[in-house]
């Protein structure tokens, strides 16, 4: 009769079929939130936060419980392995899915030249069927020079993209990037800009 196993403490049993399932399940919806599949709407920040808590707490239990198993047993368990594959995966998936400005670019070259036709209209927004979904982009406006802005939807910030076909405007305050085309990444630092230039919140 083989002689009795011990019982080894809760923390020194590697990382199990539950943990791996939860990480998994939060990866999922994590990588559907920052690649903007899954909500499309202002929850997406929400849910990309809670499901990073879910990720934090797996990690913090995947690196204990690997520790006690590999550091003070000293053995291996094939259960160590597959939460950091997965991980790794998750991280290509969203790096290839993550929405671009090259993606957002021809509709917004589209809704760009709609602003500038109409005189009378000089800004657009959505906030239930937007055709940037995918982007946290809710606002369009056109200033009096022509310049068109896609301010992102991010609380406090005064940021986006805009096009400039005749040239960046001339203003101290506005940080650009150059994009191409009469395209730039812009970003307005907390100041009091002057009217017309930035679109209202």
């Not at 094939?78 to 790794?88: D, F, R, Y």
């Not at 960046?168 to 150059?178: G, K, R, T, W």
């Amino acid at each position: 009769m083989p002689p009795p196993q011990p019982v080894r403490p809760a923390m020194n049993k590697p990382p199990g079929t539950w943990h791996f399932a939860v990480t998994v399940a939060a990866l999922i919806v994590a990588v559907a939130a920052w690649c903007r599949w899954w909500p499309r709407d202002d929850s997406a920040v929400l849910t990309s936060v809670a499901s990073g808590l879910v990720l934090l707490g797996c990690g913090l239990w995947w690196a204990i419980r690997s520790i006690y198993v590999a550091g003070q047993d000293r053995r291996w368990s094939w259960w160590i392995l597959p939460a950091p594959v997965a991980v790794g995966i998750a991280i290509l998936v969203a790096l290839w899915g993550a929405p671009s400005f090259e993606q957002a670019r021809p509709k917004m070259d589209e809704i760009a030249a709609e602003l500038r036709a109409d005189p009378d209209d000089s800004s657009v927004s959505w906030w239930n069927d937007s055709p940037l979904e995918r982007f946290d982009i809710r606002f369009v406006h056109e200033d009096a020079d022509g310049n068109v802005y896609f301010k992102f939807t991010i609380y406090g910030a005064n940021k986006g993209w805009m096009h400039a076909p005749a040239g960046p405007p001339d203003n101290d305050f506005l940080e650009l990037i150059p994009l191409g085309d009469g395209w730039y990444r812009y970003e307005l630092p907390w100041v009091n800009p002057s009217p017309g230039m930035v679109p209202p919140d």
